[in-house]
């Protein structure tokens, strides 16, 4: 064994993991619209072979638990086959699996997300739920950290959904999600509100994707690659590791 995965392991098991696990990465994704070529399920299946991944590199340190495969995606609503947790779902759960993994022994929690519409959740979750259960919790985007890739190989201004970045991910991570002969260009919406209201704009607020995108995505998903992808995952990779290695080693 090279790595602890909950799922796939007899409790025996999980009881001599529990000897050297330090720690619990928990994904978090979605399952919400990706566009016209990838599926819905594209932030759950990236968060968790992430995780296991993660995982791989932490053992013994880590464990991987279950997948949170639904998340915060109000903003998608309108596109046919999403599903949104409201934000207080998403906190009651993850307070569930802390507190059931904490009566089990495990006291540090990483938050692996997957989908950018969980991060003001998880913001909140890893502050109420470390001083609540006397815990400690953290949380991590996916390929946040990957800075250099991203900025070698991503040329679009407006990225981050079913995207170059995002599908080049999926085509080394996980290639059924992707449908390569239908990968498109963002349909953008260049007259929209939502200008206005993007992260860093000195006013944020809600509004839905279609506002934003006709089709769905945005970014220029033709540019994809695996190669790209395996250098912005495993540069994440690589970031994640230490950092979590420096927390639970200390």
């Not at 993007?198 to 033709?222: C, H, L, S, W």
Request: hydrophobic share 40%; glycine share 8%; aromatic share 6%.
């Amino acid at each position: 064994m090279n790595a602890y995965n909950l799922t796939e392991m007899t409790w025996p098991e999980v009881e001599e993991a529990l000897a050297t696990a330090r720690l619990a990465i928990i994904p978090v994704g979605a399952h919400e619209q990706h566009g016209p070529h990838m599926n819905e399920s594209c932030d759950a299946v990236l968060a968790e072979a992430m995780a296991r991944k993660l995982g791989e590199r932490l053992f013994p340190l880590a464990l991987v638990t279950p997948t949170v495969n639904m998340g915060v995606s109000p903003h998608h609503m309108n596109f046919p086959g999403t599903i949104t947790l409201r934000p207080e779902t998403l906190l009651a759960v993850l307070r569930d699996m802390v507190t059931s993994l904490k009566q089990h022994g495990l006291t540090r929690f990483l938050f692996l997300n997957g989908h950018g519409g969980n991060q003001s959740t998880l913001n909140l979750a890893t502050q109420s739920l470390s001083q609540e259960l006397g815990v400690e919790c953290y949380s991590a985007k996916t390929t946040a950290s990957a800075t250099e890739s991203i900025k070698a190989h991503v040329e679009s201004k407006l990225y981050g959904h079913s995207c170059e970045r995002e599908v080049s991910e999926a085509l080394y991570l996980a290639p059924q999600l992707v449908r390569e002969d239908r990968l498109v260009k963002g349909d953008i919406v260049e007259d929209g509100r939502w200008q206005a209201l993007r992260p860093g704009q000195p006013v944020q607020g809600f509004y839905f994707y279609e506002e934003m995108t006709r089709n769905g995505n945005i970014g220029d998903a033709t540019k994809a690659s695996l190669d790209i992808g395996e250098a912005i995952v495993e540069e994440a990779l690589a970031k994640l590791a230490t950092s979590v290695r420096e927390l639970i080693e200390r």
